[in-house]
């Protein structure tokens, strides 16, 4: 097994981000290092237990610690405040003290529940992120975020919660659905549009090898982009500076499109896709990126399968969701945007006119 090391740097809460082949099977080892450990707690989802509970909870096991798996329901099911209230319940009935460890072994929607879990429980235990979608590989196990969501708003509630340990094993992937695939791809196309024109033309190029998830291709992709997200939060950990909004292209109108399917419908990466075409749209009528650089990114999202378009839904009605979204600041409405393709800028409070005519032609009932 070959595992690629890459390191968040925040002192001592600082963690490696460990990618490879056949990690599954090593988790025990993995945990056995983190000395003082009485209950591991588990949280996942029904089909991703099927798949991989018994390698997962056997190496622990054969570690010499307890696992305590606790099964949530999936997708954005997972980040409900009853899901929450029943997690901590059961970490109370199996007697989790302050020295638990906390595994989230699934998607996003996994992490995000277990590390609001890990920071509030105890008043805080520690993390260890397994994911196991090409998403949250890529992006969502990196950078100690974690949010449940509100009825209005999405991820309304949340901490930032550093895990200790994420182990990205490339070969879970081979058992995703085709679509979940794209969703990855699609923060994939995200990192190199507004950060990296080398990852930009790879996914540009190896779209054969990347959509059938090679071994060799997805390892580089998935590690260019951790190294991406963990060099900006060494530096920018809670968006203090700027640097980690970065990350949020495609996210302030994807999120308003989530909450406007009500979290049904259009998965997140695929509310994401069609975010970034209508930012890189209000980036071009800002006079940031030229119309060729707009139709690049269009063609290489269509390339992948990705939608471009959303219909059902009002311009109006996106448009007052994202008012409601997190990223709103002292009133003003913030967009990460490209300056040009591999590289963004945060631009606050672009006219409103200006918004509304970038969602035309994307959006519409």
Not at 14 to 36: D, R
Request: proline share 3%; aromatic share 4%.
């Amino acid at each position: 097994m070959h595992l690629q090391t890459i390191r968040v740097h925040l002192g001592q809460r600082g963690y490696p981000i460990k990618v490879g082949s056949g990690v599954i099977a090593s988790v025990g080892q993995e945990l056995s290092g983190l000395s003082g450990t009485s209950v591991v707690a588990v949280i996942t989802v029904e089909g991703i237990r099927r798949l991989y509970g018994t390698a997962v909870e056997g190496s622990i096991a054969s570690s010499g610690i307890r696992p305590v798996v606790i099964e949530v329901p999936d997708r954005e099911g997972a980040k409900t405040i009853q899901t929450y209230a029943e997690v901590m319940g059961e970490l109370l009935a199996a007697r989790a003290g302050k020295d638990a460890l906390i595994v989230s072994l699934g998607g996003g929607c996994v992490g995000d529940l277990a590390g609001f879990v890990a920071a509030t429980y105890m008043r805080g235990v520690r993390l260890v992120h397994l994911p196991t979608t090409l998403l949250a590989q890529v992006d969502s196990s990196i950078g100690g975020k974690a949010a449940l969501n509100l009825p209005g708003g999405k991820n309304s509630i949340g901490a930032f919660w550093q895990p200790c340990l994420v182990l990205s094993d490339v070969d879970v992937l081979k058992t995703l659905p085709q679509r979940e695939v794209r969703c990855g791809l699609a923060e994939l196309i995200k990192y190199g549009a507004i950060m990296d024109i080398r990852l930009f033309e790879f996914i540009e190029r190896e779209k054969g090898r990347l959509n059938a998830l090679e071994r060799e291709a997805t390892l580089r992709a998935i590690s260019a982009a951790a190294r991406l997200k963990a060099k900006l939060v060494s530096v920018d950990e809670r968006e203090a500076k700027g640097l980690r909004t970065l990350l949020n292209f495609g996210h302030t109108v994807g999120h308003a499109i989530e909450a406007a399917m009500e979290y049904r419908g259009y998965s997140h990466g695929e509310a994401i896709s069609v975010g970034m075409v209508a930012e890189t749209r209000l980036a071009r009528l800002l006079g940031l990126c030229s119309d060729d650089e707009a139709e690049r990114l269009e063609r290489i999202i269509e390339s992948y399968g990705l939608p471009k378009r959303l219909e059902g839904v009002s311009k109006e009605a996106i448009v007052d969701l994202m008012w409601h979204d997190k990223k709103v600041e002292g009133g003003r409405l913030k967009f990460a945007l490209p300056n040009g393709l591999g590289r963004g800028i945060v631009v606050a409070d672009p006219p409103t006119g200006t918004v509304a005519k970038a969602l035309e032609g994307v959006v519409g009932d």
